[in-house]
Structure formats: C-alpha cells, structure tokens
C-alpha cells in the first residue's frame, strides 16, 4: 500500500504530524519567512537557542536540521529545512539563477524526506518552502514540492511514511487543480476492468424487471362458472388485471 499524499490549507503548527518542516533563516539567528515565525513562537525560546547551539554557523539551503519541537503540541520532531531565496532571481529574470532556486527547492524538499525516513517519522508536513517572504511562485513551489514527493515515493522506497503533507496558506490555496492532475493523473480503467464492468451491467439489466405504470381497474379472470372476478386490483406489469388471488394460479 502506498503512501497518501494531501494538500491542505491552514496553520501548519495545528496540524497532526511525526515531523513538522519550518523554514529558517539560513544563520538561524532570525526568523525565516513564513511559517517559521509562527513555529518560533509556538515552539518557546528554547528552540532558536538549540539552534545556534548546535550550528552557530547557521545552515546551508538544501538542507535540513531536525530538533525537539518543545511547545509545539501536534508534531515529534521540528525540520528547519533551509530553503533558496528566490529575490534575486526575480529580480534579474536571469534563467541560470531561476533554474539554480528551481533546483535547490527541489533538493530541499528531498533531503527533509530522506531525515524523515532515516528518522523513522511516519507522517511529515511541508509548508510552501520559500514562497511569501522569499519570493518562489507558490505555484511553481507547489509543483516542485509534488513533483518532489512523487518520484521519491516511487524511486526511493517509503520507509516508514505512510502519509505526506502538504500545508499551503489560504491565500494561495485556490487556483492548483491542474497542477494536482498533472503531477497525480487519474489512471486509466484498463481494458480487462473495463470489460468486467461492462459486463456487470449487463447481467443487472438484465435481472432488473422493466417497471411500467400502475394500472387499476379490476380483475377480469373467468369464473369456473363464467362471469368476471371483478376484484379491485393495482398491477404494474401484469397483463390482463390479475387480482391477488389469480395471479398465484
């Protein structure tokens, strides 16, 4: 059984998950663009200074550094994964500089699911990795994060994980469904289910009785000695008006 891969929309540090993945600034010592401040403040103090402690160089983009999620209530593990700033590509429209944040998002998303797994975390969930403050096109990010998770889940094994998540702000919620077909189309019925499907409607149409109208009047079934029933009766598709009795015979 495969894993289930869903995009929500909320408050990523409300959501239920083995490993949470914020967005640091890459020195640490400053809240990085949105969800990190949230997961900052959720999370108490105690979290940045854990951070610098344990890299007081800050960290490097592609990568990830989990920690204890302290405050945090809905989450065992806290991933800082280190996203591209994407600023100065969108500034210049240099192509170089735009695939190199195309493929340092990518890496992103790969090494925080490649923690999950040696980590043993079941569920993992990914906000929008450099989209707001650092100025990655929440679609384009979207499709790479579920491009991303897609071919890992298919190339690299599951681990563990039994369900990705991915939380994307209200704001940008609307708008991706092409990019949900694209990436997860929905396959084709192939030619044996198809043949057993047609088939079974076969056979039910076949053992559903044609219903018509419900005619009244009165039964019109021949005495032994001659002369009419003349019960009242309702049939559907009896033909001639049978009432309950005659129609057993």
Known sequence: MGAVVSVLAGDITRCAAGALVTTPDKSFQVDGPAPDPKV???ASPKLRKVLLENWPNGGVVQKSYPTLP???EWCNSDFH???PDYRIAKATKDLTEIAQAEHDLHLTYLNALQL???DG???IVFPLISVGEYGFPAKQACRIALKTIRDFLAT????DIIRVMIMIPEKDAG?????YADVFPTPPLSPSIKSESDDDKKKEKKKTKKVGRPRKGRCGTQSQTGKPCRRKVIRVNERPLRCWQHSKK
């Open 40 to 42: 900052h403040s959720e």
């Open 70 to 72: 302290y405050e945090l």
């Open 81 to 83: 994964a280190v996203g």
């Open 116 to 118: 999950c797994v040696r």
């Open 121 to 123: 975390w079941e569920t």
């Open 156 to 159: 690299e094994g599951l681990g």
């Open 175 to 179: 708008g991706n469904d092409q990019i």
